[in-house]
């Protein structure tokens, strides 16, 4: 049982995210997700702005979903009444103050644990069909960019994809969250839940790469709507 201070009783602060050399995060187990209506509400709650996406599909249902993603629950009940098994997105950037790092092979994974000198943060992780989330803090000096697709190594052929989803710009970025279910029928799982670690910026040094990789390298980047 959690304190109001998110200490577990009997158990230490997760305020500190606990770190170790690898990219790759422990399964901490799934709770019942519930449904799509609960597992918006959940999302609002925290402050970030969702929005209805097509059933087992990633496409916003919403026109111009940029300014109508809301964290209100008259908006989230009534759009979830018109369609009930509508997946969650939650809206990246500034707006929700949140961006997503995702990587969706085991190469990625380790690319991603070069990136930060095998010093990695746990953040909140969830669990897509091909890979892994991870939830960080929107920072005011990050790239002006929707996704970025971050290549360690830009001039090795072999070198795998990151993709930092930072909601920036005008069209923004948004990702498909927990309980949301794929085309393939898996469902989208927390691996390391918001309520149990700290959500932290990007290292400066990352955010320092990120822009000089926009500034200096061949951009490659791409914007999802």
Request: proline share 8%.
């Amino acid at each position: 049982k959690r304190t109001k201070s998110g200490t577990r009783r009997g158990g230490v602060s997760h305020a500190r995210n606990r770190r170790n050399d690898s990219a790759m995060t422990p399964d901490v187990g799934n709770e019942d997700e519930g449904t799509m209506l609960d597992g918006a509400k959940a999302l609002a709650a925290r402050g970030w702005n969702v929005l209805p996406l097509r059933p087992r599909d990633k496409i916003p249902i919403l026109n111009s979903w940029q300014t109508a993603a809301s964290s209100a629950v008259e908006h989230i009940e009534h759009w979830w009444t018109q369609t009930p098994t509508a997946n969650v997105g939650v809206q990246l950037g500034p707006r929700s103050g949140i961006i997503d790092v995702e990587c969706d092979t085991k190469e990625a994974e380790h690319a991603l644990a070069e990136l930060f000198d095998g010093d990695f943060p746990i953040v909140p992780t969830f669990q897509a069909s091909r890979g892994k989330h991870r939830l960080f803090k929107w920072s005011d000096d990050l790239p002006q960019q929707a996704v970025i697709k971050f290549k360690a190594k830009p001039t090795d052929p072999d070198s795998h994809y990151i993709e930092f989803r930072l909601g920036g710009g005008e069209l923004g970025a948004q990702s498909v969250f927990p309980p949301s279910k794929h085309p393939t029928g898996s469902i989208y799982r927390w691996l390391i839940h918001p309520d149990d670690v700290e959500i932290i910026e990007l290292p400066r040094s990352i955010r320092w790469k990120l822009t000089l990789f926009m500034l200096v390298a061949t951009p490659i980047f791409s914007i999802f709507i």
